[in-house]
């Protein structure tokens, strides 16, 4: 059994933390898939390289209202699709061929299994190390629907890469993966529709937020509510879904219905390290297993499984394995997060809905974009700012945007946040250009 200094699985933020601190550590780095994780290959980047071919599809669509003759006429989408993948998989390719060539890192690209106490079945050998980190991330959750597996479907996984547009896509789920790639396709030429279990799409953000979003998706698509699936079957080139609402039929099918992490497909309970009743790793501050020289980062420790934290949380790694005897912490106070639909959505800190079950004394402002001058610009109205105070420390306890350049938009709350300002300090003591979109956030501020 071979034995190393270090064991890395799972290369997306995983990858970033053999720096310079670890030239004379013997490092083995396992990945199963391609190099580069979920994020550069099926995840964020792909996806964001899509979303912004479909703004520029509803900006040509949408040009009459502002004079212009423009209009969208199609998509040529094995030339969208190839213009994002071939970028990214030679980025994949020469991240793998650059750990590779490095003298003192092995790696291994197969599946990985635990077999024993920090004993790693690698293919036909097992491998050993004092430290191992777990960064093997999350993969597509599948629901058990009868006839689902032998109709066929789609992940984020695939549907970036297929071959054409579907004239009809149906997307099981309302999250920000459906409301993405829906988007996506919906803009470009296919007929989409959302098939939800519940009310609202994008349910974990405040009811503000959710409600008109899934109302501007409503104009848009086909947007079903409360919808039960029974059982899915293929009738010669069609997908039938059997619905309490009766059959809904499509060409191809998009499950969006979550992500769970791969602790499991480790079997990280034969080298000891514990795990939380939705299966993800236990892990504290310091990102420390329960099992001495075993960290976790990323997806398969945090449901968050957004790509800024798990990046955070390989700095946090790297530094304390290098460093063992001046450890850092994760900060995880103030998770920002956004979705890339047409309209996007950012947002960070506390709805009003956790606001109020928790009792915090609290004020809330909206402000719309057509109150500024750049949303008249834009002939915006739907978008706008939500903004949630503590009535006692004056500090934010939440803020929520939708609209165009809201993932932008929220970042100055975010350090505001972090670095505990007021609000009438952030509203007051600073400049907000104009006629620039933050004056959206700077009316908002001023309201409270």
């Not at 430290?131 to 009868?146: S, Y």
């Not at 993800?280 to 310091?286: E, M, N, P, S, W």
Request: aromatic residues 6%; glycine residues 10%; negative net charge.
């Amino acid at each position: 059994m071979r034995s190393f200094d270090l064991i890395i699985i799972g290369t997306g933020s995983g990858n970033s933390i053999v720096g310079e601190d670890f030239d004379d550590w013997d490092v083995a780095i396992v990945e199963r898939g391609r190099f580069g994780g979920t994020c550069l290959n099926v995840g964020c980047i792909p996806s964001k390289m899509l979303v912004y071919t479909a703004e520029l599809a509803e900006l040509a669509r949408d040009g009459r209202r502002y004079g212009l003759d423009t209009s969208f006429v199609g998509a040529d989408w094995p030339a969208v699709r190839d213009r994002v993948f071939n970028r990214i998989d030679p980025i994949a390719a020469g991240g793998e061929q650059y750990r590779r060539n490095l003298p003192n890192v092995t790696v291994y690209g197969v599946h990985a299994t635990f077999v024993g106490p920090k004993q790693l079945q690698v293919g036909d050998e097992v491998i050993t190390a004092d430290k191992i980190v777990l960064a093997a991330g999350a993969r597509a959750t599948v629901p058990d629907i009868a006839g689902l597996a032998e109709s066929g479907y789609h992940t984020s996984d695939t549907v970036m890469r297929i071959d054409a547009i579907p004239k009809r896509l149906a997307v099981i789920g309302g999250g920000y993966i459906a409301a993405e790639l829906g988007n996506v396709f919906g803009s470009l030429g296919s007929e989409v529709t959302f098939l939800l279990r519940g009310d609202t799409m994008l349910r974990s953000q405040d009811t503000d937020i959710r409600e008109r979003f899934t109302k501007i998706y409503a104009e848009k698509f086909d947007v079903r509510t409360d919808v039960g699936i029974g059982r899915i079957r293929r009738h010669h080139h069609e997908t039938v879904l059997e619905t309490n609402q009766g059959e809904h039929r499509c060409d191809e099918l998009l499950v969006a219905t979550g992500r769970v992490p791969n602790g499991d497909q480790l079997n990280v309970a034969a080298t000891g390290v514990a795990t939380d009743d939705d299966g993800y790793v236990i892990a504290d501050a310091q990102r420390r297993t329960n099992v001495e020289g075993i960290w976790a980062l990323g997806d398969i420790t945090n449901p968050v499984q957004l790509k800024h934290v798990a990046n955070h949380e390989a700095r946090v790694v790297s530094h304390n394995l290098a460093n063992p005897d001046s450890p850092t912490e994760v900060d995880h106070r103030f998770i920002p997060a956004a979705v890339f639909g047409h309209p996007q959505v950012a947002s960070v800190g506390l709805t009003e809905q956790q606001c109020i079950q928790a009792g915090l004394p609290h004020r809330v402002a909206v402000n719309e974009y057509a109150s500024t001058a750049y949303g008249w610009a834009m002939e915006d109205t739907q978008s706008f700012c939500k903004l949630i105070v503590d009535t006692q420390t004056r500090r934010l306890l939440g803020a929520h945007i939708l609209g165009p350049q809201a993932s932008t938009l929220i970042q100055q709350l975010i350090q505001a946040m972090v670095f505990d300002l007021s609000v009438d300090d952030i509203a007051t003591k600073q400049y907000y250009i104009h006629p620039a979109l933050p004056e959206v956030v700077e009316q908002a501020l001023l309201e409270l």
